[in-house]
């Protein structure tokens, strides 16, 4: 991408493309092209034709989707599938005809088979069961990807699709309904500390290993395969270590500054028992995380200090 090609964030509200962007920025990319959800549905197929008629975009960076937690995903699963499905065509198939010269697809770790061999390479998508509480998402997730292959293969485009594994940061979701492990735990051992509570409880035994990478450095990630990654195999984005859920906790605790207890309530799911994925083809383009989980939470929390009453 040269400084002034017009670039194209989509789903610029939320926890990724607004990284992405604040990257683009920091970079001195000077043509970004944003519009809210009310500007542009990304369900809506001639809305998103005329936008790419008229704005031609260079670059798209597809951050757009239909996202949420498990409960969600399993309570509107039809949801899920269907806005992701046409999100995905509307975009893909309006950059093809539109002569983009290059588009970047997120999809997420959830694609891949639950009883994966860890850490999870690329070439174990699409060799087993998907995890039941999030099919109909990583199925349409699966099809963007396969959308992407396709089309480079009939059409010669340049779309290339990247799995992150588990983010978090700036602007992410703290509503403990819907939210992930980190915004979570923030959220409740910061409540706890307000209070002087004597002890936050947590779910399951806090046993089970997970990756997480701060969104700043995904984004960054991005931009880099951007520039440097044109094939149509997909590649992922992590850390490549792993931690528990319990030293987790401790890292937020320490981060928010909570004395008092942790309690596990273990008759709640712990969830699968790891899931790290395999970044030896990212880390052999010469690109590794930045930011270490400590400084990653602090800031995290930081944001959702000067944020939370919004
Ligand atoms: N968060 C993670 O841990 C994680 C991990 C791996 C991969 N990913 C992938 O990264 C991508 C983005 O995730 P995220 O965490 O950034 O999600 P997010 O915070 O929920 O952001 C989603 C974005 O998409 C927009 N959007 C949704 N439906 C739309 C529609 N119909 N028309 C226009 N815009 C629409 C949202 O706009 P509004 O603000 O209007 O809702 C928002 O800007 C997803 O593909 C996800 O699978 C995320």
Known sequence: MEKNSKIYVAGHTGLVGSAIVRELERQGYENIVIKTREELDLTQQRRVENFFE???????????????????????????????????????????????????????????????????KEEYLLTGELEVTNKAYAVAKIAGIIMCQSYNKQYGTNFISVMPTNLYGENDNFDLESSHVIPAMIRKFDDAKKNNEKEVILWGTGSPKREFLYVDDLANACVFLMNNYNDSEIINIGVGED??????????????????????????????????????????????????????????YEWFRENKKS
Do not use: H
């Open 54 to 120: 008229k704005e031609r975009p260079e670059y798209v960076f597809l951050a757009a989707a239909k996202v949420g937690g498990i409960l969600a995903n399993d309570k509107y699963s039809a949801d899920f599938i269907r806005d992701n499905l046409a999100i995905e065509t509307n975009v893909i198939d309006s950059a093809y005809k539109n002569d983009v010269k290059k588009m970047l697809f997120l999809g997420s770790s959830c694609v891949y088979p639950k009883n994966s061999p860890q850490p999870i």
């Open 243 to 300: 931690l528990s859920i319990l030293e987790l906790a401790n890292v937020v605790k320490k981060c928010v500054g909570y004395k008092g207890d942790i309690v596990w309530d273990k008759s709640r799911p712990d969830g699968t028992l790891r899931k790290l994925l395999d970044v030896s083809k990212l880390q052999g383009l010469g690109w590794k995380a930045k930011i270490n989980l400590e400084d990653g939470i602090r800031r995290t």
